[in-house]
């Protein structure tokens, strides 16, 4: 198994939930891991990315300023930390990792190669 995602959960409007990755070692290092969103029926949607080597990320324009991606390098761990939290941003989230283009940043879920099996969120 590659990515772990977890700390999905319930949480009413305007609530925090913070949501983590585990990765297995060669995926995790100085790799571009991205955090996406998938609402029942729609397409996987970018929501955040970290490129591990130095800690850069980026976000998407809806989510800046309330979700944070974060990294822990000692257990192969990144986390998504979401505030503010909206009824329409309840979704099953995604960890992926690209490792072809690893300082892309990208949010462009073709272009990630491994995909975790994800976590739901429900805000009411």
């Known amino acids: 198994v590659q990515l772990v995602e977890s700390g999905g959960g319930s949480v009413q409007a305007g609530g925090s939930l913070k949501l983590s990755c585990v990765a297995s070692?060669?995926?995790?290092?100085?790799?571009?891991l991205g955090w996406f969103c998938q609402l029942p029926g729609k397409e996987r949607e970018g929501v955040a990315a970290i490129y591990t080597g130095n800690g850069a990320d980026h976000y998407d324009a809806s989510v800046k300023g309330r979700f944070f991606v974060t990294q822990d390098d000692a257990i192969s761990t990144i986390y998504l930390r979401m505030n503010d939290l909206k009824p329409e941003e309840t979704a099953m989230y995604y960890c992926?990792?690209?490792?072809?283009?690893?300082?892309?940043?990208?949010?462009?879920?073709?272009?990630?190669?491994?995909w975790g099996q994800g976590t739901q969120v429900t805000v009411s």
């Open positions: 070692q060669n995926i995790y290092s100085r790799n571009g």
């Open positions: 992926a990792a690209d490792t072809h283009y690893p300082c892309s940043l990208t949010l462009v879920g073709g272009l990630y190669n491994y």
